[in-house]
């Protein structure tokens, strides 16, 4: 397994502690993940139904250590603590509530007194 560095863009002794223990964090719930999703499709392939259980079972043990880490993110870092303040525990239509937040973001834009942030292009997506 490669080491803690990997993925490092910038020199590690360039990076602040909490950039580094961010980084860390990120990379951990990336492996639960993907480990949530081996077991997952392992569990659909086996055709053993014990093996299959442990199999779900080692998944959700996956899961479980991911949200660990998202509460991590959560309680020290403000853009992850508001993004799961406004999609968590809702339910709105998910698009609905990033369409809002657009919304809502534009319209304190628009009514800003720095001219450099009243310009927009419109709408990029497709309807």
Known sequence: ???SSEGY???????STE????????VSLQEELEAADWYRQRADACADPEL?????HNMREEIEHACMI?????RRNSDF??????YLYTE???VSIEEDATDATSDKAGASDDPTRRFT???LKRR
């Open 1 to 3: 397994m490669a080491g």
């Open 9 to 15: 863009h910038e020199p590690l002794n360039e990076l």
């Open 19 to 26: 950039t580094r223990h961010m980084h860390q964090a990120l």
């Open 52 to 56: 299959k259980a442990i199999l779900l």
């Open 70 to 74: 998202l509460e991590w993110l959560r």
């Open 81 to 86: 603590a508001e993004q799961l303040q406004t």
């Open 92 to 94: 709105a239509s998910i």
């Open 121 to 123: 292009i419109g709408d």
